[in-house]
Structure formats: structure tokens, C-alpha cells
């Protein structure tokens, strides 16, 4: 049981959620990796004018993923590709073979990892911790053209 001393909570605020804005975010992949998507979420948030309200980010793919991890240090990266691979093997007696054999392992990855994110906007940024960003998750070997919905519910300046 946590003690009451160590945590604290803000008062909670609310705003009139008066605007939906939403973008179609379109992504060439170098194949199987990490594509930093923290930056045009950033652009995106700047040009509908958000001040506070939430960024849902959907991937429009069964092979490609979401995900919110460690900017700061790249091997995380490489560790964590490492694990999908542990998880998913290519080798594992796939039925579904037709597109390769990266296509069902990319499928569960996708199952893991998940297809949407959604994050806080608040003052008119991301409400993002320091050390994360928000990231395309590649999950095929060769390149592919990803697309990714950006939508902004919530209150604007």
C-alpha cells in the first residue's frame, strides 16, 4: 500500500472540448525500425492551434505499430526490437506465409505493441514525459508507405 505522503495529485481542471481537428500523417519506412513521429505530432498540434485537449495518433496498417518509449538512449530501441523478435519469431511454423515470412511475426507485433496512442495536450503541447517520444514501430523488412491518422479533440487558443 502506497503511503498518502507520496502522492500527490493537481487540482483537476476541465475545458469545453469545441474542435476536432484531424490530419493524415503519411510515413516512408527504410524497413523494419523506429521512426521518430514526435515531431509532427508536434507541428500538428501547433497548426490546429490546440490548447488543451487529447492527440490521438491511429495507424492505418496490420503490420506497423504505435508506441510511446525512451528518447534519449538509441540502444533502448535496438533492445526493444530485439524483444518483438524474441516474441514473434520468423521461424516459428507460421500458417500465413503468403506475403513472406515477416508477415504474420509483424502481425503479432502489431498485436503487442498496438495501433493507436492517444496522449494528453495541454497548454498547447504534448503532454509527454522528458525522455519519450512517439513512434512508428516498422515491422517488415523492406519499406513501406505507412499511414497514420492524426485527430485533436479538445479546446483551442
Do not use: C
Not at 33 to 46: M, P, R, V, Y
Not at 107 to 116: C, D, E, P, Q
Amino acid at each position: 500500500m502506497t503511503s498518502a505522503r507520496s502522492v500527490t495529485r493537481s487540482a483537476p481542471s476541465s475545458v469545453q472540448a469545441t474542435t476536432v481537428t484531424s490530419s493524415l500523417l503519411t510515413v516512408q519506412t527504410p524497413g523494419r525500425g523506429f521512426t521518430d513521429l514526435t515531431s509532427e505530432a508536434t507541428k500538428f498540434i501547433a497548426e490546429a492551434q490546440a490548447r488543451d485537449g487529447a492527440l490521438t495518433l491511429f495507424i492505418r496498417h496490420t503490420s506497423a505499430s504505435l508506441t510511446i518509449q525512451e528518447n534519449a538512449d538509441p540502444s533502448v530501441l535496438v533492445d526493444l526490437g530485439t524483444a518483438l523478435s524474441q516474441l514473434a519469431p520468423e521461424n516459428a511454423g507460421w500458417t500465413h506465409d503468403t506475403e513472406g515470412p515477416d508477415d504474420m511475426p509483424a502481425h503479432v507485433k502489431t498485436m503487442l505493441t498496438g495501433a493507436s496512442l492517444q496522449v494528453p495536450v495541454l497548454n498547447g503541447r504534448l503532454a509527454l514525459g522528458t525522455w519519450q517520444a512517439i513512434y512508428l514501430i516498422e515491422h517488415r523488412s523492406r519499406p513501406h508507405r505507412r499511414e497514420i491518422v492524426l485527430q485533436f479533440i479538445g479546446s483551442i487558443q
